[in-house]
């Protein structure tokens, strides 16, 4: 069974290239010009490729050096770009991932405070579906930080809890579990003027 989905997914790859290959075979030559291989680049990109990567890409993946890409060789084109796009978002990913800690570090998360004022406490759960499975409670009188909030069309609203960490997860907002905290509008004194 393992096999024959093996074998199914294989295919359906396979099909996609396929299709991918008519599509950017405009002429129906069965390979693909330089200027085939330009628009197709230019559609995997979402802009304008730049013409020494077309150059590239033909100097490199032209095996038989017909200046055409036949069929295996735009699979293997596709499958470099697959590899670079895939090294280009982790490289991303990790200059992005330090800067996001950093900045955790420095802020309490933004949202709306809230605290619980039902006796029992308020039911927090691992996600925002109605469905989801209480964790535990978050005691009465505790303050929290909802980073998000998601409204079902019955009018239920669920928000995700960001501070205090111990209680990342979602509870129900409704005036019987909590209460929204104001906070206090902070104004600056003006500075005085010296006398003239």
């Known amino acids: 069974r393992l096999q024959k989905q093996a074998n ?5 790859a396979v099909l996609k290239l396929r299709q991918a ?6 002429d129906g030559s069965q390979a693909l010009s330089r200027d ?8 995997l990109i979402g ?15 032209d095996k038989d050096a017909s200046g055409l890409l036949e069929f295996p060789e735009f699979c293997q084109l596709l499958q470099k770009v697959t590899e670079l ?8 990913a990790a200059v992005e991932e330090p800067a996001a800690e950093e900045a955790e570090e420095e802020a309490a998360p933004a949202g709306k405070k809230y ?6 406490g308020a039911k927090m759960r691992a996600e925002s579906s109605l469905d989801s499975e209480a964790l535990t409670d978050i ?14 069309e019955s009018g239920k609203v669920r928000g995700k809890v960001g501070a205090p960490e111990e209680y990342n997860g979602w509870i129900t907002i409704a005036d019987h579990i909590v ?12 500075a005085e003027e010296p006398a003239a």
């Open 8 to 12: 199914a997914a294989g295919m359906s």
């Open 21 to 26: 290959f008519a599509a950017a075979d405009a």
């Open 36 to 43: 085939e291989v330009k628009s197709c680049l230019d559609g």
């Open 47 to 61: 802009g304008e490729a730049p013409e020494e990567d077309v150059d590239t890409a033909m100097e490199n993946f």
């Open 85 to 92: 796009d895939a090294e280009a978002a982790a490289e991303e």
């Open 115 to 120: 605290k619980i004022v039902l006796d029992s």
């Open 139 to 152: 005691p009465v009188d505790t303050i929290v930080t909802i980073v998000e909030t998601v409204e079902f």
């Open 179 to 190: 209460e929204e905290i104001e906070e206090p509008v902070v104004e600056e004194a003006a």
